[in-house]
């Protein structure tokens, strides 16, 4: 009874310490969130299935002030992860429904490992990005706030994941669509400490490119900029390194560092090329009960 009131208290300490952080940090979390939920994605994947379902947390991340910046800042934001029996996940903003999983057996005569093939649907919100974010945005307005539809196939051997990812705004955010292809390896997989690191791409439509990294008439006008129309492609390499160490069964430490090197029409964008930077680096650690 006792154990399970402490239990009980700390839960709701971590959960009102996580909402008062959120209110207070609102417009951080808004600057980072979309970064934010891939990186923690990385990280806690590196759990044991099964250890717990749900997790809260918080701690600190050093990242670009928007997607280009050449300036960074700490921001404080909370993690709140779901998991229920590999079939819906939460992370944050964004949701997975794991609609098909296909099981492969070992081929015979191999020592190699089957592998199981992961296909859904996926919901996630993109806060876009506001002008006041930072003054190398200044006259450049604001990106709003975008509900993106999509779908993601996985495909999981016991230290490999392959996946990609495809969305689309339906809310008239960004307007665009969006696909993300990364690769994980584990490199250690301890009873309490994981290591891994992954690379990856991510590319845009049109659309999605001119809201973020095109320069219209007005925007040129207001900023000095020269106009830009970028087109659809790939905007973007990355890679990373991901580590956790399980402390008990209820807590666990996770910290990340993560790369991101601008390319293509991206790479050509004023807003880029004279105010920001083709080079973005980030790192967050975070400390997270589960249960």
């Given at each position: 009874m006792i154990r399970a009131r402490i239990k009980n208290a700390v839960i709701l300490g971590l959960s009102a310490l996580a909402l008062t952080t959120a209110s207070a940090h609102a417009q951080d979390f808004e600057r980072i969130g979309t970064s934010l939920t891939d990186t923690l994605q990385s990280a806690i994947d590196l759990l044991p299935p099964g250890v717990n379902d749900v997790r809260v947390g918080l701690g600190p991340g050093l990242y670009p002030d928007f997607e280009g910046s050449r300036?960074?800042?700490?921001?404080?934001?909370?993690?709140?992860?779901?998991?229920?029996?590999?079939?819906?996940?939460?992370?944050?903003?964004?949701?997975?429904?794991?609609?098909?999983?296909?099981?492969?057996?070992?081929?015979?005569?191999?020592?190699?490992p089957g592998g199981s093939l992961r296909v859904g649907p996926l919901l996630s919100?993109?806060?876009?990005?506001?002008?006041?974010?930072?003054?190398?945005?200044?006259?450049?307005?604001?990106?709003?706030t975008s509900i993106e539809l999509g779908a993601f196939v996985s495909y999981l051997l016991p230290s490999d994941r392959f996946r990609a990812r495809i969305r689309q705004d339906v809310a008239g955010g960004h307007?665009?669509?969006?696909?993300?292809?990364?690769?994980?390896?584990?490199?250690?997989?301890?009873?309490?400490?994981?290591?891994?690191?992954?690379?990856?791409?991510m590319g845009g439509s049109a659309a999605y490119m001119k809201s973020f990294f095109g320069v219209n008439v007005i925007q040129s006008a207001r900023t000095g900029l020269p106009t830009y129309r970028p087109k659809t492609g790939f905007k973007d390499v990355n890679a990373g390194i991901n580590g956790s160490?399980?402390?008990?069964?209820?807590?666990?430490?996770?910290?990340t560092v993560g790369y991101k090197r601008f390319i293509g029409t991206v790479a050509d964008s004023p807003l880029i090329r004279l105010r920001g930077s083709k080079n973005n680096v980030s790192a967050s650690s975070f400390i997270v009960y589960g249960f």
């Open positions: 300036h960074s800042s700490i921001h404080a934001v909370p993690v709140v992860s779901l998991r229920y029996r590999d079939l819906v996940e939460v992370l944050n903003n964004e949701i997975r429904v794991t609609a098909f999983n296909k099981l492969f057996a070992p081929a015979v005569n191999s020592e190699k919100l993109n806060f876009g990005r506001d002008e006041g974010d930072s003054p190398d945005l200044t006259g450049m307005g604001s990106v709003g307007k665009g669509a969006t696909l993300q292809l990364d690769y994980t390896h584990t490199f250690i997989r301890a009873e309490r400490l994981s290591l891994s690191g992954s690379i990856g791409a160490y399980i402390i008990s069964d209820n807590w666990s430490v996770f910290a």
